[in-house]
Structures are given as C-alpha cells and as structure tokens.
C-alpha cells in the first residue's frame, strides 16, 4: 500500500513539474501570456461571451481545417437554382431595404479572365456600409476601420458550388471587452442585416 502512495506522489511531483515548466516556457516564449491569462481568469476584461462565441469555435474550426480563413468567416450554400445575377439581384434590394448603402463591387474573376484569356471560377466581392454606424465604430477605436466596408463574396469553389462567404461578426461585437451599449445595439443591427443579406441572397429571396 506504501509503494503505490509512493508512486502517486512522485507521479503528482512529475506532473507539476511538467506543469511548472511549460507555464514557464510559455511566459517566457510568448511576452508574459500566462501571467496575461491568469489575471484576465481573475479579473475578467473580455466579454463574457468571448469564449462561447469567438475563441472556442475559432479554435474548433482551426484545428479541423487548418486554414485560419476558414476559421474566421460565415458561409452559406447558394442554391442551385439561382443564377448569380438573382443572388447579385436579391442582395441588392435587401440592402436597399435595411437601409445599408452599396458602395461597390469587385468581379474579380471577370478581371482575371480580361487579364489572361483564360476561364476562371466565379468570384465577385460586393462591399456594402452604413455610413453613420462606420464613424461611430471608428470613433469607438480606429482599429475598426480594417474591418469596412462589410463584404460578401459570391464565389464557385472548385467543385462548381456556389457560396457566399462573409467575415464572421462576432469577433468585432464578442472578441473584446464589452462594446458601449450604444456601440453594441449598432453593430448588432449591422450583423442582422448582413446576415439576411447573406442568407435571402443564397436562395435568391427579396
């Protein structure tokens, strides 16, 4: 009985020690994370949501795929039975109807085919903005500014299905510390719309 007491302390002491070094290496390799993480396990800065929304299914797809992109972004299955002008067509007039400003379009693969004469898969980004709400995310910290306009792309994957791609929004609303209500109660309007946008325009609805 002794000799397994025994093992299971030296068992604990090896596993501490183990501990002990990689929380070491890791405050030491990465610029002091591990006392960053503890004291934000002790007083919390980040939104509560933070890790239910952005961190763990970041994580999760990242470690899935492998592609950071893939990780990061929101993407529905555009029907088979809608044409790329009816998506184009649909997403304009919801726009429109959400009060969102189209402010450009980018027929990338239209360019590339100019370019080089050869066929290219379809790929089109289209940039829409709420003017007011931009300024005021901007206001809030100018790092925003990286995130406009909000864009979707309208692309043909190389199994010739079709997809709308979008950055996914909740680590601009949830990855931080909490936005000022007033911030928040915008940004979620955005993503409402963007998202019905992205969503109606895959089916080719009005």
Same mark, same amino acid.
């Not at 955005?190 to 609805?205: C, E, L, P, W």
């Given at each position: 009985?002794?000799?397994?007491?025994?093992?299971?302390?030296?068992?604990?002491?090896?596993?501490?020690?183990?501990?002990?070094?990689?929380?070491?290496?890791?405050?030491?390799?990465?610029?002091?994370?591990?006392?960053?993480?503890?004291?934000?396990?002790?007083?919390?800065?980040?939104?509560? +949501?933070?890790?239910?929304?952005?961190?763990?299914?970041?994580?999760? $797809?990242?470690? !899935?795929?492998? =592609?950071?992109?893939? %990780?990061?972004?929101?993407?529905?299955?555009v029907a088979d039975d809608v044409s790329n002008e009816d998506v184009e067509e649909a997403m304009e007039s919801i726009a429109t109807a959400k009060g969102i400003r189209s402010v450009g379009m980018l027929p990338l693969s239209e360019m590339v085919e100019l370019q080089t004469n050869?066929?290219?898969?379809?790929? +089109?980004?289209?940039?829409?903005?709420?003017?007011?709400?931009?300024? $005021?995310?901007? !206001?809030?910290? =100018?790092?925003?500014? %990286?995130?406009?306009?909000?864009?979707?792309?309208?692309?043909?994957?190389?199994?010739?299905?079709?997809?709308?791609?979008?950055?996914?929004?909740?680590?601009?609303?949830?990855?931080?510390?909490?936005?000022?209500?007033?911030?928040?109660?915008?940004?979620?309007?955005?993503?409402?719309?963007?998202?019905?946008?992205?969503?109606?325009?895959?089916?080719?609805?009005?």
């Open positions: 009985m002794s000799g397994i007491i025994n093992l299971i302390k030296w068992l604990l002491i090896i596993i501490g020690a183990i501990t002990i070094y990689y929380t070491v290496s890791l405050q030491i390799k990465y610029d002091g994370i591990t006392g960053k993480v503890i004291s934000e396990i002790i007083s919390p800065k980040l939104h509560p +949501k933070s890790m239910s929304k952005v961190y763990m299914p970041m994580i999760n $797809t990242l470690l !899935d795929t492998g =592609d950071i992109a893939m %990780a990061s972004i929101v993407r529905v299955k050869d066929k290219q898969r379809f790929l +089109k980004i289209y940039q829409y903005c709420s003017p007011r709400t931009a300024m $005021t995310m901007v !206001d809030h910290s =100018d790092a925003f500014s %990286a995130y406009l306009p909000c864009r979707l792309a309208l692309i043909e994957d190389k199994s010739g299905q079709r997809w709308l791609y979008m950055l996914n929004m909740n680590a601009m609303i949830y990855g931080g510390a909490p936005l000022p209500d007033y911030l928040l109660k915008k940004a979620l309007v955005i993503q409402r719309a963007m998202t019905v946008i992205q969503n109606n325009g895959a089916k080719g609805d009005f």
